[in-house]
């Protein structure tokens, strides 16, 4: 009985149940979790103790929410209803205990975490960023189905509770108690004290106010409901994602009936939850604790990073390094260069930190050196200046000399063969591509370049680097555009010929949107750089004789680069794009979304050939978490294989024969499988 859960109590007669999943370093709920959990609450329900306190073992959170492993094992609707059940079941007992419950929260607190803490009569949590709350099932293509919803709106209101769940966001223990749903947030060591102290005076439940209670009314939630559909549609298709419109409805038709909205929620759920948008949802959740494992040196402890170049990518780079506790030097070539990258870092420290004693602390971590003089005590040195291998070159040999013998040198380039810039150094085994994507602070990928000379302890410190900075290491190796900018840039190619045909960028984009891309690809070409999309696209084209578009050309020589500038494919004011409405509609849409996605899937299994990247998997994570592609479609090599080889090869045959050899179908198709 005893392999999950311990149970104790104290001499005030408090039950102590102390959740500690066995064979695991996280706590999450499953089928035998329950069934224990359940023997525990039946036995005080006999036992009846003044109160229960459920807390737990592991220094990483409370509990994490459902064993993800167990989501892809289901196969049937039955199967879904089984599990969802049992856990509403467990949740409905430990509500109804005759005595107070509270739940002391550390750490993680998420999903099925928080419907079980909801459960309870009280929340205590620990005060400081790493205590996080939330119901993020949207981000796995579901819902909240063991109560989340049916408690936690008539706790709060819709407003707070529905933005919770649909956003998927996560909250500190403060913000949970401003929402309502917490009752204390202490330090660490008034944590126990708090939680018994709940037992012990046994204060009144917190109650939604008066006009919280309203917004779940009959006549209210109609309208509030279409409110919550229009936003919801504002970031994601029904079509594509059906799990939030699904919680819109549960609300709407059953708010105030907490046993019909229970009901709903697993009804729904079952559904939901054996549907293909969860399925490549679930896959996509662990692609990305695939790339998290890959950085688990724990030997390898760096303290000091200097960047150099003060531009964009290099001065966010630094930020972001200092953000995550780092001590980070910043040079360029004179002062004036590095003051407007310090005062983008501090826009960031403000908006992550908050606090002004921390945004000090960080900002004194992040040091201006135009001289260089961090390069003789850095740990790793990034190179983050414009994409010239002389210019580079030139850098590394200045350097070399003053690093420190076992300092990591990583260059930024985003595009050049590392075996290009290796010349210049009499170390040619310390240099290591670390390619991050723009903006530094949202885009989670890095890709780790192995060269041929790079040894294989510095690819492996540069991908546990990459961790220590919260970041995802993609392990690539040292081709041209290496991964991503490889596959995206004929996406991007194939848009602008379709605009030099006469194709409005606003339907090409579109294409790509309804598709699932986050942005479309005339959109994104202007917000990165037309210059920059040009410099790729031409060290991509030396290599593989691509088609380099006049229109392009036209655009970067006239000074009309995007977004920077003011004007790129599409005007430009106060940051977005204006987007006139598309003339004519004879357009055949089908063959615009064809023709861009079939690039991208062309230049992926050419990769695949060429090894650029150890499989499918590391592919399809690599285009999913740097350039969002589709993440319900699972990645390029998913969509391939839910598509049919044989019926994409007849596509790119029939656009080869209309649109010429570009599509013609790559080697790496014969293999694939």
Not at 34 to 54: D, S, V
Not at 183 to 190: A, F, G, I, L
Not at 468 to 482: A, Y
Not at 638 to 647: D, M, S, V
């Amino acid at each position: 009985m005893d392999k999950h859960f311990r149970l104790e109590t104290d001499h005030d007669n408090i039950a102590w149940l102390t959740f500690d999943k066995a064979g695991t370093g996280t706590n999450v709920l499953s089928l035998d979790v329950f069934a224990e959990f359940e023997q525990h609450l039946a036995a005080l329900q006999q036992q009846q103790p003044r109160g229960l306190i459920i807390c737990s073992a592991k220094s990483n959170g409370f509990i994490a929410g459902a064993d993800i492993e167990s989501f892809t094992r289901i196969s049937t609707e039955q199967e879904a209803m089984a599990l969802l059940q049992t856990g509403q079941q467990a949740f409905n007992r430990l509500e109804a205990l005759p005595f107070p419950s509270v739940a002391m929260i550390h750490g993680f607190c998420l999903g099925g975490g928080l419907e079980l803490a909801l459960a309870c009569r009280y929340r205590v949590t620990r005060d400081d960023p790493g205590t996080r709350l939330g119901l993020p099932e949207v981000r796995l293509g579901i819902h909240p189905g063991w109560g989340g919803s049916a408690r936690l709106v008539p706790l709060i209101g819709a407003p707070k509770a529905m933005d919770l769940i649909l956003s998927g966001r996560t909250v500190d223990g403060r913000t949970g108690k401003r929402m309502g749903f917490v009752d204390m947030v202490v330090p660490e060591r008034h944590l126990a004290a708090a939680a018994r102290k709940m037992i012990l005076e046994t204060p009144p439940v917190h109650r939604a106010s008066t006009l919280e209670r309203l917004t779940n009314h009959p006549l209210v939630r109609p309208l509030l409901a279409r409110i919550l559909r229009k936003q919801v549609a504002r970031r994601a298709s029904p079509l594509h994602y059906p799990a939030p419109f699904a919680m819109i409805d549960i609300w709407r038709k059953h708010a105030t009936d907490k046993s019909a909205m229970l009901a709903a929620e697993v009804q729904s759920l079952a559904r939901l939850v054996s549907g293909l948008t969860a399925k490549n949802l679930v896959r996509v959740f662990f692609l990305q604790e695939q790339l998290k494992s890959l950085g688990k040196d724990k030997q390898y402890q760096p303290k000091y990073v200097h960047v150099i170049g003060a531009g964009t990518m290099g001065g966010d780079i630094a930020a972001w390094c200092a953000l995550r506790g780092f001590r980070v030097t910043l040079q360029d070539q004179a002062p004036a260069r590095i003051a407007p990258a310090l005062a983008r870092a501090h826009t960031l420290f403000k908006k992550k930190l908050k606090q002004p004693v921390k945004v000090r602390e960080a900002m004194d971590r992040l040091l201006p050196d135009h001289r260089g003089n961090g390069v003789a005590r850095a740990d790793i040195i990034i190179e983050a200046i414009f994409e010239d291998v002389e210019v580079k070159r030139s850098l590394y040999m200045d350097i070399e000399p003053r690093m420190k013998a076992d300092a990591i040198l990583a260059t930024n380039t985003s595009s050049i063969p590392l075996e290009e810039l290796t010349p210049a150094l009499a170390r040619p085994e310390r240099l290591v591509g670390l390619h991050f994507f723009n903006p530094v602070a949202k885009m989670l990928l890095v890709e780790i370049v192995h060269g041929q000379a790079t040894a294989p302890e510095v690819s492996t410190h540069a991908m546990t680097f990459t961790r220590q900075i919260d970041r995802l290491p993609l392990p690539v190796t040292s081709t041209p555009g290496f991964l991503v900018n490889r596959i995206l840039m004929p996406y991007l190619m194939e848009a602008v010929i379709l605009e030099a045909e006469g194709v409005p960028a606003i339907l090409i984009d579109q294409a790509a949107t309804k598709f699932g891309m986050p942005m479309g690809p005339v959109e994104l070409a202007d917000t990165v750089g037309l210059d920059i999309c040009l410099h790729v696209a031409r060290v991509l084209a030396s290599h593989f004789q691509a088609q380099i578009p006049a229109s392009l050309e036209q655009r970067v020589s006239a000074g009309n680069l995007g977004r920077k500038t003011g004007r790129g494919y599409y005007q430009w004011k106060k940051g977005k794009p204006v987007k006139p409405s598309p003339s004519g509609s004879n357009w055949n849409m089908e063959e615009i979304t064809n023709r861009l996605v079939l690039r991208l899937l062309n230049e992926a299994v050419g990769c695949l050939r060429e090894r650029v990247v150890s499989g499918p998997d590391l592919l399809d994570a690599g285009m999913i978490f740097a350039t969002g592609f589709a993440p319900f479609r699972g990645g390029p090599v998913n969509h391939i294989h839910a598509i049919g080889k044989q019926a994409l090869l007849k596509q790119l045959a029939e656009l080869q024969k209309l649109r010429g050899d570009r599509f013609a179908p790559d080697p790496g198709w014969q293999d694939f499988s």
